[in-house]
């Protein structure tokens, strides 16, 4: 059983800063692409940053230059570092990983149960 559990989500004003964590725990040989989804209220749930096994990026326009995604392979977790945060980026965040649980298994891709992250003007 594999479980991405997520947390650092909160209150903040705009202009400040927070960081989420996801962590991956259960049987797990090896993690591919991690990822970290939004969705705001009445809104699909909206792709914000990817992050290869090798540390290779990419960002949604919408946060490119504030956001930083990165991961910890021997922790088998991933971070977003969020600055500079606008009301905009109100959202529920969800991390999503593509893992493999043996060396012969497929990958599948898991959700996270999502934190809230409040900003206020």
């Known amino acids: 059983q594999v479980q991405l559990v997520e947390s650092g989500g909160g209150s903040v004003r705009a202009g400040g800063s927070l960081t989420l964590s996801c962590a991956a725990s259960?049987?797990?040989?090896?993690?591919?692409?991690m990822h970290w989804y939004r969705q705001a209220p009445g809104k699909q749930r909206d792709l914000v940053a990817t992050i290869t096994s090798t540390s290779g990026t990419n960002y949604a326009d919408s946060v490119k230059g504030r956001f930083t995604i990165s991961r910890d392979n021997a922790k088998n977790t991933v971070y977003l570092q969020m600055n500079n945060l606008k009301p905009e980026d109100t959202a529920v965040y969800y991390c999503?990983?593509?893992?493999?649980?043996?060396?012969?298994?497929?990958?599948?891709?898991?959700w996270g149960q999502g934190t809230q992250l409040t900003v206020s003007s």
């Open positions: 999503n990983a593509d893992i493999r649980t043996t060396v012969t298994s497929a990958l599948v891709n898991y």
């Open positions: 259960g049987s797990i040989f090896s993690i591919g692409l």
